[in-house]
């Protein structure tokens, strides 16, 4: 089992995290989500790329009329590799470049946003 945790700062643009690996499961939170934003997103390696599941933050009022957990289809997680295997010469005939991980999306976060994550893949 591959596993990595961190905190990332966002930019307001996508981010590439890298981690070694493709997650099978992927948690972003952002620390600074507001009432109404989305807090979190989390994605199985079965879903499509931008596909995952929000959580909204719902001001703590005692009701739940808003929405807080449904399918973000557009703007979700996404896997990211882009390693590349190719030969060098004889004596390190093998290199790998670029890397695996995966993309939180802009949409998710703004710049200095604070973003924990979870990762994990077999």
Do not use: W
């Not at 973000?72 to 390190?92: F, Q, R």
């Amino acid at each position: 089992m591959r596993f990595k945790q961190a905190t990332v700062t966002g930019t307001g643009a996508a981010i590439n995290v890298k981690c070694g690996f493709v997650p099978d499961y992927v948690k972003v939170v952002n620390a600074n989500a507001v009432t109404g934003e989305i807090m979190s997103l989390e994605s199985f390696k079965a879903q499509a790329d931008g596909d995952s599941f929000a959580t909204t933050m719902i001001a703590d009022d005692g009701t739940t009329s808003d929405i807080n957990y449904a399918v973000e289809g557009t703007d979700g997680l996404s896997g990211y590799d882009k390693s590349v295997i190719a030969a060098d010469d004889a004596l390190d005939p093998v290199i790998d470049s670029g890397f695996t991980g995966f993309t939180i999306p802009a949409a998710f976060q703004a710049a200095s946003d604070v973003l924990h994550y979870i990762a994990m893949a077999e």
